[in-house]
């Protein structure tokens, strides 16, 4: 327990901040009073948002689980043609924002809309963040389970269902979870398909009427599906353990065959590619070939990618380190404080940035006038909305980090603070980095939040291309949206090499 208390204090202090959001929606319930509440959540409207949403949530979420199991299982176990290749390719999508991808789309096929258009988009934009954890794990597996299972009689098909599918229980839950969350937060991507969500309609209000309390109410029905999400999620992932003395094995798992299949089964890849990378890579060029030359304005282009490059980093690090004291607390000492404390993280990540804006705007208006519309405000935003990204990468990291070696530093007369420090936190370092790209991604695609709260003259890559595709000036656009992937490529290149990363022992590591 004393090796808990500092830890324990600093994750009480960023739990702290993590429910300022929903105190603002508690508030404004409260000041609203019951009727009010009542008719603006209690009506038919709401109903709708919450069939809709529900719809998105249950055919997208399994459509992405196999669509990822399947993918990676082929690309890390199977004799599949350039295997190396696609391993790049499937997780080249990440470079792209949703809503980037749903205006490709929406260009390249006028007619698609509505809710199959939005799950088909949704798919494409979003499996990498499942595909990604599942093929790193299945990499990583000891693959002499599966040869005892074979030596037993069991077929293939068993063995992929009984010894190596349970294996990838804990990524598939962490990859599903960042997934359903962006679901029930994105804003961009549906607004292009004309698919009404409880973000869309959010938004909505305050762009028509400016109508707080009913988005902050609305808000808070995201609040509660979010917790369910969260209920689900944990019970799912169950309170197994993942982490072994020892690399197991130090050699690969032998491929399995595809035999007169392969070439069907190659179509897979192909055609997700195409739709995930393709579409979106052709409408950028065809955007720019109609524009010319003059979309290229240096002075607007140059500063917009300055300032996002420096959000974006300042962001990743500040995010990555208010996570680590959770992220170590729901691996070495689950329990109901932690779990509390880990529903305020995750929470966030379902309500738009456009509520956690307001959040921060009423806070700093009427408490910290200073802080009002600065650099710093805008940070503690990032903060709160992608601190789950960077909860889930290094939950997984710590978890796969043996306890038993913190135990053994400290019967060695380690503290306890520094021997966490030399064995959990520098076996987790290659996650936080990992953690750390995929909130600044987020944070270099960010938008709603971004336009509400950015000091004036900061415009970032995100919200100079929601100006002119607010326009329908797609030409002038292009430029910033061809930026925004060429700036996330980085941090995909670093979140594939950290999914290459072996075990010590194992074969090139």
């Not at 959770?326 to 929470?347: C, D, F, N, T």
Request: glycine share 8%; net charge positive.
């Amino acid at each position: 327990m004393p090796a808990n208390l500092p830890i324990l204090a600093v994750a009480l202090v960023v739990t702290a901040l993590s429910l300022i959001p929903l105190g603002f929606i508690v508030y404004i319930g409260i000041d609203s009073g019951w009727e009010t509440v009542a008719k603006l959540v209690f009506r038919p409207r709401v109903g709708d948002l919450l069939v809709n949403t529900f719809l998105l949530e249950l055919v997208t979420l399994p459509i992405a689980i196999v669509l990822s199991v399947g993918l990676a299982f082929l690309v890390e176990r199977t004799d599949l043609r350039f295997a190396r290749i696609w391993s790049w390719l499937l997780v080249a999508p990440l470079a792209i924002p949703a809503f980037v991808q749903s205006y490709a789309w929406n260009s390249f096929a006028p007619g698609l809309n509505g809710f199959w258009g939005a799950v088909l988009v949704s798919i494409l934009a979003y499996f990498p963040f499942l595909y990604l954890p599942i093929a790193a794990q299945l990499r990583r597996l000891d693959p002499t389970l599966e040869e005892t299972a074979a030596s037993l009689g069991l077929r293939p098909t068993a063995i992929f269902l009984r010894v190596i599918l349970p294996q990838l229980r804990l990524a598939i839950c962490g990859g599903a979870l960042l997934v359903g969350l962006h679901l029930l937060s994105e804003y961009g991507l549906f607004v292009l398909m004309r698919f009404d969500t409880f973000a869309t309609a959010i938004v909505d209000q305050f762009q028509s009427v400016y109508n707080g309390p009913a988005a902050n109410l609305l808000g808070g029905v995201l609040v509660l599906l979010c917790i369910g999400l969260l209920g689900f999620e944990a019970l799912v992932r169950g309170d197994a353990r993942y982490a072994r003395v020892g690399s197991g094995a130090p050699r690969d798992a032998v491929k399995w065959r595809l035999k007169r299949w392969s070439a069907l089964i190659q179509l897979g890849p192909v055609l997700i590619t195409l739709g995930a990378v393709g579409v979106p890579l052709f409408t950028l060029m065809r955007w720019l070939i109609l524009g010319g030359a003059g979309v290229w304005r240096l002075d607007f282009v140059g500063a917009a990618l300055g300032q996002t490059l420096a959000l974006a980093l300042a962001g990743a690090a500040l995010t990555t380190l208010a996570a680590i004291p959770a992220a170590w607390l729901s691996v070495r000492a689950p329990g109901k404080l932690q779990k509390l404390i880990e529903a305020s993280h995750y929470y966030v990540g379902a309500l738009p940035g456009v509520i956690v804006a307001l959040a921060l705007v009423s806070i700093t208006v009427k408490v910290a006038l200073p802080l009002y519309q600065t650099v710093f405000t805008l940070l503690l935003a990032y903060l709160l909305m992608f601190l789950p990204r960077a909860l889930v990468g290094l939950r997984a990291s710590i978890a796969q980090a043996p306890v038993e070696l913190e135990r053994a530093a400290i019967s060695l007369g380690k503290a306890p603070p520094l021997a966490i420090f030399l064995t959990t936190v520098r076996l987790a370092m290659p996650g936080a980095a990992a953690s750390a790209a995929l909130v600044a991604l987020g944070i270099a695609n960010e938008l709603t939040g971004t336009l509400m709260l950015a000091p004036n003259g900061t415009r970032t890559l995100a919200t100079r291309f929601w100006a002119y595709t607010s326009e329908l000036d797609f030409s002038a656009a292009a430029p910033y949206a061809l930026l925004m992937v060429i700036l996330s490529l980085p941090l995909v290149l670093l979140l594939r090499l950290e999914a290459d990363r072996k075990p010590k022992g194992t074969p090139g590591s």
